[in-house]
């Protein structure tokens, strides 16, 4: 073989395996791509939501048109044996046992994982945050309408998020290596700090394919910290079409927005009184 046809050989054997990498994709988060979020509802017949849903996530909670809750959240987690893995699209943490619950309406909607997207998906009176945690609760309940509850933990720049920086070295391991996993040991997701003396609350859906809709979504107005370094590193673990992870807005569609304030709520009471 001459080393004109040797490098031709290499060149195809190349594309071949680009080829194999993109059809491995089943959805990005590169505008204009065909695999596109604008593109995600043409995809599969089952991810028609994603184009055609009026319930979509993330969208932007402006405090305008509020409407104030005095139910606050019940959670009770606790440390359970978890692993970590490289989705391709981001960087999960699934708790392997029972690992709590939250109660919303006198409803149980078990913890499942977290994962992380960079930048926010969701913002706040129009601004974005750097990095945005998603704690994926279930119902058991089968008959439940509404069996996913997650609940949105912002983040700016500035001191490292102690959670987060547990898993620095499996992270490390797994950069480029989607589908692998590691194994975690004990995890207490208490670690993540996720109380807030407020928070907004409305119905939305998944904010990935098949973005089934009728979640119930609660995102803490409290902001937290998270290093530079950090946000680098989660980026640089997925693969080159998840390195901003974060799904455009949704219209709100004249959906409802609660908002839990304790200290208003306290206000009221002694009102009350």
Not at 9 to 14: D, G, K
Not at 52 to 73: C, F, H, W, Y
Not at 129 to 143: A, G, I, K
Not at 167 to 186: A, D, H
Request: with cysteine; aromatic share 10%; glycine share 6%.
């Amino acid at each position: 073989m001459t080393s004109q046809s040797k490098c031709a050989y290499i060149l195809a054997s190349i594309l071949a395996l680009l080829f194999l990498f993109e059809d491995d994709r089943e959805f990005d988060y590169i505008k204009g791509s065909p695999k596109g979020p604008e593109k995600w509802g043409e995809l599969k017949p089952e991810w028609a939501a994603c184009k055609n849903g009026t319930m979509q996530s993330p969208i932007d909670l402006s405090n305008a048109r509020v409407k104030i809750i005095s139910q606050p959240e019940i959670r009770n987690y606790k440390p359970s044996n978890a692993t970590l893995k490289n989705r391709g699209y981001d960087i999960s943490v699934s708790w392997n046992d029972y690992a709590g619950s939250i109660f919303i309406n006198d409803m149980e909607y078990r913890l499942q994982q977290v994962h992380w997207h960079t930048p926010s998906e969701h913002t706040i009176n129009g601004k974005r945050y750097d990095m945005e945690l998603h704690m994926v609760h279930q119902s058991p309940d089968l008959t439940v309408q509404n069996r996913i509850a997650v609940i949105g933990v912002l983040y700016q720049i500035g001191r490292r998020d102690e959670f987060l920086s547990k898993f620095k070295k499996s992270i490390s391991s797994l950069i480029g290596k989607k589908g692998e996993e590691r194994e975690l040991g004990i995890i207490d997701p208490n670690d993540i700090q996720a109380e807030s003396q407020s928070y907004y609350r409305y119905m939305g859906s998944l904010t990935t394919p098949p973005c089934t809709e009728g979640v119930i979504w609660t995102v803490n107005t409290k902001v937290k910290s998270v290093s530079r370094d950090q946000i680098k590193l989660l980026k640089k673990a997925v693969l080159y079409y998840a390195k901003e992870n974060a799904r455009p807005l949704q219209p709100r569609n004249d959906r409802d927005i609660y908002l839990y304030y304790l200290r208003y709520i306290n206000e009221l009471l002694i009102i009350d009184q």
